[in-house]
């Protein structure tokens, strides 16, 4: 058997295999991930799941019916080790020596945790969260512990901070950077954050760099900083990023820059070989080289590449849009900010409510807001029609967002 | 055990079964619903679970909250007032025989 193989078993995987269908390829689809779980969403995992609220069963993204039903052969527990590529096609194969050949292939490989290299790092209670199997290891550690060190003020450190303090635990966040989420949103929205944070009750150290985490009989202590005070800690939780995994499409020769390069039709460089999701760094018009991590990325670039495959060609058009839930605070992100001269605050007297909009000579790149996503919704449809919204009228919090007469782009 | 019924733009209904604590949208989701999309998983952010429920329903349903009205007006298919997000709505004894009507798009 032949076909398309789909490597990796996430959210852009599964996407993926239900596009190729949708698309009416009728060819054989499987698709090999090396967890061994069905499918799963990860978002969960930092949040509900890490409360106790979900359990695996709960996370699946789709019923082994669909699977069955749409002839997509699913793979679990089974991770390939070695690909073998020719002009039109190969083989794949799998630790535990299994040979799948392929006439196109698919990666969709994600990433793993940025490991912390620092003294102290493989110690018992030393976790990080990015699989189920990370986020059951850290519940089963829960039990008893009192105190918790997260490293890392990024979303899936503030979102497991605020999990884990609203369990009771004394909660900790270090961040290395002089801002919490400091890669990603406006010092306003940073600086809401820490404050909203620190009004629930956790401590958080910004600037702060880790230099060892302290043990004691194999078990974590605390963690020292780098003014040399400790923090005590009996968990302590890495949050410091994802590294794209692209050992495979390097093994293959593809052009790899902190993910695999791909083209605004998630092709590589390979005409047989297109990736999506996570695990890549996309040439967007405009935009130059844009490395996302996110639900909607992995599966709107899972629909294009599998459009590529189908022969149909679709180029990557979908407005970015991302959400965190920290504890009762949803934000939620649209567009992207990068190279922004202007933001503008939408904001009334609860302080826990505001919209950031962030501009470019005058035109709308992104909006952040703070449980008002009916902001939020705004910049996403003025986004998608490639519109803006005035900046000046913006601030007026007497006016819905949605009411205000959209400005049409010129072309530059 | 509350029993959904599925219709789908089609008018092809189909009837699942399941738990009192299950939303609409998971059961849909598990038991491979076409036509609920559910891209967040749940989270209420991203509207590709939309559904019209049947009106004789509306005073069963758990309230609508602002996160969730705020998110149908981004809904791809039109909103009606019988519009509901079905991550949002839980099962419980008394929403057995559910009936909602998925709309032609969600994305």
Known sequence: MSGILIVGGGQAAVQLAASLREYGVDRPIRLVGAESWQPYQRPPLSKAFLAGRAQPGDLLLRSMDFYHANDIDLVAGERVVDIRLGACGGVAETDSGQRYAFDQLALTTGGGPRRLAVDGARLDGVHYLRDVADALRLRADLPGRESVVVIGGGFVGLEAAATLRAQGLTTTVVEAADRLLARVV????????????????????????????????????????????????????????????????????????????????????????????DCTATRLPGAGLVRLESVQHATDQARVAAASLAGRLQPYRATPWFWSEQGDLMLQMAGLVTGHDRVVVRAGPDPERFCVLYYRRGRLLAGHAVNRPADYLAVRQALSRGASIPPDLAADLNTPLKQIPTEPVPCT | MPKVFYTDADGVVRAIDGEVGDTVMELAVRNGVPGIVAECGGACVCATCHVYVRADFGDRLPPMDEQEDDMLDGAAAPRRPESRLSCQLTLTAELDGLSVTTPATQL
């Not at chain 1, 909203?196 to 194999?218: K, M, N, P, Y």
């Not at chain 1, 078990?219 to 009996?234: K, M, Q, Y």
């Open chain 1, 186 to 277: 406006a010092p306003v929205v940073s600086d809401f954050y820490r404050s909203a944070h620190q009004r629930r009750g956790i401590d958080v150290r910004l600037g702060t760099s880790v230099e060892a985490i302290t043990g004691d009989r194999g078990r974590v202590t605390g963690v020292r900083l780098a003014d040399g005070t400790t923090v005590p800690a009996d968990l302590v939780l890495v949050g410091i990023g994802m590294v794209a995994h692209t050992d495979l499409a390097t093994r293959i020769g593809l052009d790899c820059r902190g993910g695999i390069v791909v083209d605004e039709y998630a092709r590589t460089g390979h005409p047989s070989v297109v990736a999506a999701g």
